[in-house]
C-alpha cells in the first residue's frame, strides 16, 4: 500500500482541505472571464494564473464543473493525427498529459495502453498508412501492422468480423495512446486555478455579452453584470448559444455522440480498439468497465437524449469484433455534444471582436486536447495573438480556404 | 427513435431517413464577395432553436423540409419544398 | 429446505417439480419457481455473495435484483443475478469477484484496511513515481470487474421484433392492471408489461396477508382477461424508454422495439434501505424482500427477527414475519411517536416489544462476520441522530429494514417528466404529467391500495382521451392522506462501522461527508466523485438516500439539491439481445455466381463484393493481376462494372442540369457522344466523375462511381427541386449490369455478338450506341479507361449471366479472360487516371488533379464555381503528379500513402503506386508541392524501414501518351 | 428477345437447391412461404406525362399515389408516385415489351426506367410476424393492394400488401443487387418460424 494513503488510515478527521470553492458572488470586475467550466476553461484559467499571473479571472458554469464534454467522453488521449498541425498539437497535448498528475499531485490514472485503429479495406489501410508516415515523421510512434499483428495483440478480437462484414486487413497502432479519468482533469485544473485565486462560479449562466467598437466591455449574467476585457467562449457544445452574442458567425453544428458501458468484468481488454469502418471504440476501465462508443448521431441536435438505436448498432459492432461479448450486458448509455466543424479540426484563438477568443469545434476530439487547448488558449487570451500551435485552427481559415483536414483522423468519435 | 411525417409517406421512423442538413439560401456567385461566399459555404446557422432542414425518405427518393426545433428534438411541421404544408 | 414454508395459494414455486442445482460447487435443491436467492435462502445458505471493493459477505438485501449482493456465473454467462435468476436443472453457478471461493475469498482483508481507502483515495495515491503507476495500475484493474467473460462464450443471434400499441402500461400491479383495464375498455390496443413472472405487483407480497386485496386481484385479473384489445406480457422489463413513445421491450428471449401512443409509468417504488453499522451484513434486508421470501417463494427469512421502521409498513412486515413463523424480537420505530393505528395495537398485543424513537444503530456481526447475531438499538436525540446512552443489544439472526421508498422513475424521466419532493409521502413525486406520458399508484406517492387502482383507471383514461377515444370527465389523482410511507432520514452515523449507502459500490456515510469536505457539494460532483449509482443496479437503492445525505450537508431541501437524470436501462441487456439479428445489406452483382465460378477472390468495396483478381493454381495474387493485366494489353479482357452508378437524365432540362452539376458543357455535346464529367462540391473538392452519354436530344446516360452513387443521386435529386428544372431523374444502378470489354480484340469478340456496325467510322471512340448484344438490350460505350480499345456493355441485370458467357465463348479463341480490380487499377494507372477517392482526398480541388481542363469556368454556374473561381486564384499548394520509379534498387518500393520528403519536411504522399507493371518499370502517383512537380524533377520518397527511395516525376500518362491504343482502328 | 437469357437474381441460389416438393411446401405455407417471383416481366415509367401516356395506352391508371390496380391482362400496375409507375405482368409473357416499344424515343416528360427489381412473395399466417422482424412500419395498419414505401432488414423495399392463398401477403419488390442478402435473410427467419422456400407455381 501506499504511504500516501497512511495518512487517511490514522487521522481521525478526514484529512482533506476543499478542491475548489464556491465564492459567495461574483465581483463587478475581471481580467478575463472564461465561459465554461470544463476542462478546457478551468485549464485555461490555470495556465493563466502559472504561466502570466493573471489570477483576476472568472471561470462561469453554468451546470457543474467538467459536466459537458469533459465528463461525458470515453477519456481517450492520443496524437495519431493526419495533418502536420494536428499531429503536433495533440502529440504537445499528450506530452503534458503525461505529467498532469504529478504536476496536479492528482492521479489522473493515465494509463498508456495502445491503441489500434482497424482497417477493414484497402482503402482504410491507406489512410492508416498516411497517419503512421506522418506521425514517424513528428517523432510520434505510431505503425501499420497487419492482421496476424492485430490478433497476437489483441487475441480476442475476430478478423472476420463475424463473415459478413468487411475482415481486419490492418490496423495502425498507436503505442501511446492512453485513457485517463476524465473528471479528475477537470478537478485538477480547478483546484490549481482555485490555489492561484481564481473564481469558478457553478450554477451560473452567461445571458449575454456586452460589445462595444467591436470590442468586449463585458458579460452579462443569471447572477449579474460582469466588466471585462477579455472573454475565453470554452463551451464546446454550447458555442452555437454563444457566438450569437457578439454577431460572430461559425461553421459550427452540433451533433450528439453517445456512448454506453457494460457491467464491471475482470480485465480481459488493456488495449483501446477502434474501428472507423464499423463505427466503434471499445476500451476497459480500471473498473472494469467496457466503454464503447461509435459514430455521431446522424442529425443536428443541441440535445443529451440516449436513442436505442445507437445501442443497438454499437452492440451489434461490438459482438462482431468480438463475438464473445454476446452475454455481457449493457448498463447504462448517455450522450455528449459535439460541435463539428467541416474539416474536422477544432476553432480556436482570437476572432474579429477584440476581446473575444474561441476555443471551439470540440467535436469528438475535445478531451484528448485539453491541456495543450488550454495552455495555448492561456498564451493567446494573455497576448492577444495566437500561440504557434493553434494558428491553424483561427476561424479565419474557412475564408481564407485553409482546412486543416482530419477527417481521415477523426471521423470516427473519439 | 423519432417519427418524422413526410409529406408522402406519413409518418416513419427515424431510421427510414437522411438528413440533408440546415436548408440555405446560396447568394448568385457574381453578386457577392469572395468573403461572403465563403460565409455561404461554411457557415451555418447552428443556433439552438427552430431551424428548417432538408430531410429526405430513402426508400421513396422524397426531399423535404422540416422545421424542427434542435434542442427538444420537435418536429414543428414538414412539407414538401415549395410545395404543400402538413403538420408534422 | 429447511426454510421452506407451507403451501400457500399465490405461491410463485411449483412444488411438483423439485429442482437441483448446483452453487460453488455445492448441490442444493429448490423448486420450479424459485429464483437462486430465494432456493439458497431455503436451504439456509445466507452467504451469496461478495462485494465489490471490501470484498464483504453479502445474502439477500431487496430479492429484486436492485443489488449486487448476489452475482454469479456459470461456464457460458456472468455477472447474472441470483435474485432474478430462475434455478434449472443443469445450473451450476459461482460466485463472482471472489478469489478463493465465495467463503475463503482471500481478499475480504480489504475489507480491514477500509480506512485507507476513503472516498476517492486512487486520486490520490499511486501516481508518484511515475514509472511504478503501470504496476499499481495493473494490480487495482486485476482486483476491479466483476465477472470474468468467457473467451469461448458465443451466443447465436436471437430475433428483435417491432410492436405496436396504442398505450403501453409500465408494471402489472393494481394501479397498472386498472389503467390498462380503464382504456382497454375504451377501446385502446393496450400492451400491459410486468418484469416479473407473475402479475399482481404490491398486492403479491405488501398486501398478502389482506383477503380483500386478494379478491382484487382476482377480480383485476379475470377482467384484464376478457378484454382482446389488452395484451399482456409477464417476464418482461421495459428497458428504456426513447423519443416517441419508442419502447425497449426485454424478455428472456429477445428485444422487443414496441411503439405506442401513450404510456402509463405504474411500476410502484423501490424500497429503500436504512443506514446503520453493519448494515450490509447477511440477514439485514429490505422489508419487501423478506415479504418476497414468504409469500412468493415460501421461506421463511430468519429466525428471530428485529424490524427497523420508519412507517406504518413495519407493523404490517412484522405480522408476515410473525404469521411465517419468525420470532420477532422487537419493532424499532424512527419516529418520535411510532404508530398510531390499530397494527400497533396487532402488534403490541402479539407480545412484540416496540421501541419508538429508537434506531437499529449496528448490526452485530457473527464472529466470522457472515451473519448476523444480534442488533444493538440506540435511542435517539431530538434532530433524530443517535444517542450515545441507553443503548440497547438484541440477539437476533434478522434485521428487516422497512422505512420508505423512492419510486421507480426511470422510465417517466425518459419519457420527459420531472419529479419534485413531497413532504406529505416523504418521496419524490411526478411534477407533472404531459399530456400522453402518465404515472399512477406508488410511482405517484398514491399508497392506499383502493386510491392506487382509482389513479390507474384516471390514467387509463387520461390515454383514452388522448387517443380521442374518450370524451368524459377524468378524475383527478388521489391525496395521499395519513402519516408519510417515507422516512426523511433514516439515516445513522456510525464512527466504527461501515454503514453503506451505496452496496453496489461500497460507499458508506462518511465516503459522503469527507466527498462534500472536498468541495463535492452538488449532486453531480458528488456522484461522480463517490461513483454512488454508478454500480450494476445505477443507485436503485443508494441514490436517493445520497440525497438526503446530501441535502443535510449542504442545509438545503431535497428540490434545491435536486437529483441526478435517469438513463436506460432500467437493468442492463445483453448485447446478443440488443444486437439480435444483424442486418448489414451486402450488394452482389448479377454475376457474382460468374466470378465464384471462375476462382475470383472476392473483396468488400463498400457494400458490394467485387472480384479482386481470378486466382490461377500456383500463381501469386501479383501474378495473377500482373497476368490479367497483360492479356488486356496484348488480348482481350472482361471485368464486371455494374457497381457503377448508373443514372438517367431526362426532359428537357437535361443538358443544362448536367451543366449545374458538373464542371463540363454538355449543351452541345452531340448525340451518340461521350463526355468525362467531373462533380465537385460546394467547397470546390472533388466528389464525382463518370461519363455522360447522350442518346437523345433529351436523354442523358451517366455513369458515376461505385462508392459514391446513391448518395450522388440523392444530391441531384435535391439540386432539381432547388435548380427548378424539368429534368426525370432515373437510377438504374442495381437493375443494370455493365461490363467492359477491352483489349486490342476487344471488337473481335463483339463483332458475332452484336447487330450493330463496330467499325470507326461507325461507332468511334468516345461514342455510345444502342442495340443488342448477344440478343440482350444493351448500351455500348466506347471508352478506354484502361487504355486500350474498350466497351463498356451496359444491359438489364437479368441478362448480365447470359451476355457475360456469350462474350466468354465468343473470346474463347481469342484467349479472352476476366480482369479484376487490382487489375483495373493498374492499367489505368499507367493511362495516369486517377480514383476519386484515392488520388484525391477530402480537401483536393481539380486545379490540383492536374484536371483544371476539365473546368468549364466561363459557364455562369455549376456546384463549386464560385469556390474555384477563389481556389483558382491562389497559388496551388500541391500537385498530382506521375514518378518513375526505379526498377533495382537496394531500397524497397513505396507503397500508397508513403511520404515525399523534400528538407527535411513533409512535400507530398504517393496516392497510387504498382511494383510491377505492363510496361517493365514501377510507377505511382503523388502529391508533391508545385516546385517540385515538372518532369526531370527527382524527389525523395521514405519507404517502409525509414528509407529513402530517390523517384522521378514524369509525365502521365505513363502509357500511350497518344491514346492511339484506345482510338485504335482495326 | 429469348426468354432463356432472362435469369432471376436468385437464380444460382436457388439452383443450389431442389424447389420443395408440394406437400413441404404445403407444411412451410402453414408458417410463412416466401418464394421468387423476379422474373415476372415489369416497366417502369417516370415522368410527369407519364400517367398521360400510360392512358394512352388503354391502361387504368391509379388516380392516388401508392395506389395499384390489376390489369386486365393479369398483373398490376402500381403508382410510385405522381410521376412515377411500376407495371408487372402476370405471367412471363412478352405483353410488357410490346408497350415498352411503343414508348416514344425522345419524349421530354415520359422516360422508360429499366425494372430489374427482384420480387418476392410472403404468404402465410406469419407472413406479418415475419416482417415485424425486420421492419418498423405498423403493416397490421396498411390496408390490401396499397403501396408503401419502407425498409425490410436494411434494405429499400416497396411493399403491397395482398391476400394470398387466404392470408394477408406481402409482395416485395426491391434492388436485385440486393436480393441474394435479403434473400438468406428472409429465409433464415421463415425457417425459424417454420415456413421457408416455397415453389412459386400457383403463388400468383
Redesign the interface.
Known sequence: MPHRLLKFGFNKEHPEPRMFHAPAQLKDEYDVVIIGGGGHGLGAAYYLARDYGITNVAVIEKGYIGGGGTGRNTAIVRSNYLTNEGARFYQASIELFQDLSREFDLNLFYSERGHFTLAHSPASLRTQRWRAEVNKHLGIDSEVIGPSEVKRLVPEIDLQCGGHLSPIHGALYHPPGAVARHDAVAWGYARGADRAGVEIHQQTEVTDIEIRDHAVIGVHTDKGFIKTGKVLSAVAGWTTAITPMVGLRTPLTVHPLQAVVSEPLKPWLDKIVVSASLHLYVSQSARGELVAGASLDPYELISMRSTLDFTEGVSSHLVDLFPMLGDIKIMRQWAGLCDMTPDFSPIMGTTPIDGFYIDAGWGTWGFKATPISAKTMAATLAEDKDHELIEPFNLSRFSRWQLVGEKGAASVGH | ?KIIHCP??GP??L??FHFGGQVREMPVGSQVSDAEWADYVFNRSGEPGIQREWWY????GTWFIAERDCQSDEFIRTYLYGGRESDA | MPNRLPERDGEWIDRSQSVRFRFEGKTHEGFAGDVLSSALWANGVRLLGRSFKYHRPRGIYSLAGHDISSMVEDAQRTNLRGDLLPIEPNLDVRAVNTAGSLERDWLRITDHFGRFMPVGFYYKAFHTPRRLFPLYENRIRKIAGLGRVNPKGHLPPS??????CDFVVVGGGPAGLAGAIAAAEQGLKVLLVEEHPHLGGSLLWQHARDEAAREQLKDLLSRADALENLTIRCGTQVAGWYADHWLALVDAERLT?L?AMCTLVATGCFEQPAVFGNNDLPGVMLSSAARRLIYLYRVRPFERAVVLTGNREGYGVALDLLQAGVHVVAVVDLRANGEMSDLAESVAAAGIEIFKHHAVYEAVASRDKTSVVGAILCPLNEQGGPESIGRVKLSCDGIVMSVGWTPASGIAYQAGLRFEYDERVEQLIPESESDRVFVAGRAAGVFDLESQMEDGRRAGLAAAAACGRFEGDIPERPVHTGPPPSHPYPIMPHPGKKNFVDLDEDLHLADFKNAHQEGFDNIELIKRFTTVGMGPTQGKLSNFNAIRILSRLNGATINETGSTVSRPFHQPVSMAKLSG?R????????L??QHLALSANMIHAGS?LRPEYYKIDDSSRADCILSEAENVRSGVGVIDL?TLGKL?F???DAARFLEQIYTGTFSEQRVGRLRYALGCDEQGIIIEDGVVARL????FYVTATSSGAAGFYRDLQRWALLFEM?V?L?N?????AAINLAGPKAREVLRSLSDFALDDDAFPYLAVRQG?V????ALLMRIGFVGELGYEIHI????????WQKLLEAGRELEIRPFGVEAQRLLRLEKGHLIVGQDTDALTHPYEADLGWAIKAKKPFFIGSRSLQILAARPLARQLVGLALPQSSKVPLPEECHLIIEDGEIAGRITSVAHRTTLGQPIAMAFVTPEMASPGREVTIRVAGGKLLVATVVPMPFYDPENSRQKVAD | ??E??????L??RLNSEPLPAADLSAARLGAVGICDV??LPKL?V???GAAGWLAEQWLKVPEE?YASAPLEAGGLIVR??A?EFLIEAGSLDESLAALRERMP?????V?P?????AGLLLVGPRAT?ML???????F??SPDQRF????I??????VLPQQILGNRGYRIWF????????WE?LV??AT?LGGGMVDAAGMQ
Request: hydrophobic share 30%.
Open positions: 427513435m408522402i409517406n416513419r421512423p431510421q427510414e425518405h430513402t426508400a421513396s | 430475433a428483435k421484433d417491432y410492436a405496436f422495439k411503439r439479428r442486418f448489414h445489406p451486402m450488394r452482389h452483382t448479377p457474382h455466381a458490394w455494374s438517367h431526362c426532359g428537357p437523345s436530344e433529351h436523354h424539368d426525370t432515373v438504374e444502378t442495381g437493375h443494370l443488342h448477344a440478343g440482350a438490350e438489364p441485370a437479368g441478362t448480365a449471366t447470359h451476355v | 428477345m429469348p432463356t437469357i432472362r435469369q432471376s437474381p437464380h444460382d423476379s422474373l417502369g417516370k415522368g410527369t399515389v410510385l408516385g410521376d424515343g425522345d419524349a421530354l416528360h422516360a426506367v429499366a425494372r430489374e427489381d410476424e415485424l422482424q425486420t421492419c418498423g412500419y405498423e397490421a395498419k408503401v414505401y419502407t425498409r432488414a436494411g434494405v429499400s423495399c416497396g434492388d436485385p443487387s440486393y436480393a441474394l442478402y435479403l435473410t433464415e427467419i425459424e
